[in-house]
């Protein structure tokens, strides 16, 4: 029997009611005064806590900024709209990335990424010294891949990862734009590599490198490096991903190896047309302070969790069970692209899928 599929929800897509993110009225004044005032606290402390943030941020303008002007993808200021938001996250990064490791741990441990690292050991060490990097590139990327499909396909997920789609300008300091709790993505994959037999060291140096590199992939710079196209991901890979247009919506996972979304049916990266517009379609309010709290509207509020902790336990149970477990299973078997979608729209992509 032949059956047509329906299009699974697109948390990218769905069309909510616009929120008001601030008080109204002369609340208003006061939001924005407390908003500034806990922001500039937060880029304190983190020049504090970590002083080399201030010749960071220097380097990576000399170091981009040049390419984006003499190679310029799309025409934009270097003072385009919601810079300032970007330019916050990249001076709170020391508090940010606190935050995230503080996070990531416990994230790690329960997404259980290790089980199947420990699975793997033993194959793992069969690997001749030699190919022990490759192997790791290969296997980090691939839980990367996962995760990273996740945090865009299941909507509990994606409220935290929807932050750093939501700006509409890819350059040099988009890329800071993350929520702390975004920063958890990278967790399972440590995890599982370390379980596998992989080394601290070269854990941590690929998850540096991949956030030094992923900096460089939001330059707004036009290079399309067509022969790399299925070997390393480029600027143009990364910028399809961040796209929101028809087609290319929830595509171009990988960090490192455009190879899994090759295998997984999720790469995008047509022949006729370069991407156009950035950003989400929902309602992701402007401003660091807000952005933060933003992915956390609605949840219980923790002290509850402290006060009534068996009650609190069954609930995340339920939601686990319930919400983020089918969640994670209907975006695991949703329908490959099609090699020949290059192109399509998204709408006529899934009416098109079958199912024998
Ligand atoms: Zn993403
Ligand atoms: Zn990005």
Redesign the pocket.
Known sequence: MTTIITPPQDPRVRRVQPRRHEPAGTNRGRWRLLSTVLAGAIITISLLFERSVVLLLPLFFVLIVPFEKLFPRHDQRLRRPQVATDMGYALSGPVMNFLSVLAAIPVGILSLAWLPGLALRPLVDLIPPAAMPLVGIALFDLAIYWTHRWYHEVPFLWRFHSV?HSTEHLDWVS?FRNHPLDGTLIAPAFFFLLAAGFSTEFTGALAVVQIVT?LF??ANVRWLWRPLHKVVITPEF?HW??ANEPGAINSNYSVFLPAWDLLFGTYFMPKDRRPQRYGVSEAVPTGMIAQLRYPLRGSANPLRMVRHPIHGARAVGRFVRHALLPDLWRSARRPRRPSHSEGLDEGSLWATMRTV
């Open positions: 750093h890329g992923g992939l939001h990364h991903h961040h």
